[in-house]
């Protein structure tokens, strides 16, 4: 069992910089690949950002140079770093893992509840 639990959500202007977190418990000794996902009103379920456990990332198109994510592997904690914050990045973001490397292909079997982030002009 793996759990997440993110915060860090919070509003700010358009420009600014957050950092979101997640951490993890459970069975944290196995190898994940995991990932942030975001969610605005009305719309699709957008994966954000992703990395496996050597620290290999990647990114949307809609975040990268902007937003970097990050981990603590003795600590369990995921980051989020969010730079030059823009509306259209208001969403609740979620943090996801799942067994093995990351793939485009991935279904992530763990999720947290999510945390808000509102970014106004």
């Known amino acids: 069992q793996l759990r997440l639990a993110e915060s860090g959500g919070e509003s700010v202007q358009a420009g600014g910089s957050l950092r979101i977190s997640c951490a993890a418990s459970?069975?944290?000794?196995?190898?994940?690949?995991m990932a942030w996902f975001r969610q605005a009103p009305q719309k699709q379920r957008e994966i954000v950002a992703t990395?496996?456990?050597?620290?290999?990332?990647a990114y949307s198109s809609a975040v990268k140079g902007r937003f970097t994510i990050s981990k603590d592997n003795p600590k369990n904690i995921l980051y989020l770093e969010m730079s030059s914050l823009k509306p259209e990045d208001t969403a609740t973001y979620y943090c996801?893992?799942?067994?093995?490397?990351?793939?485009?292909?991935?279904?992530?079997?763990?999720w947290g509840q999510g945390t808000r982030v509102t970014v106004s002009s």
């Open positions: 459970g069975s944290t000794h196995v190898s994940y690949c």
């Open positions: 996801a893992a799942d067994f093995g490397t990351c793939r485009l292909d991935t279904q992530y079997n763990y």
């Open positions: 990395i496996d456990y050597d620290g290999q990332t």
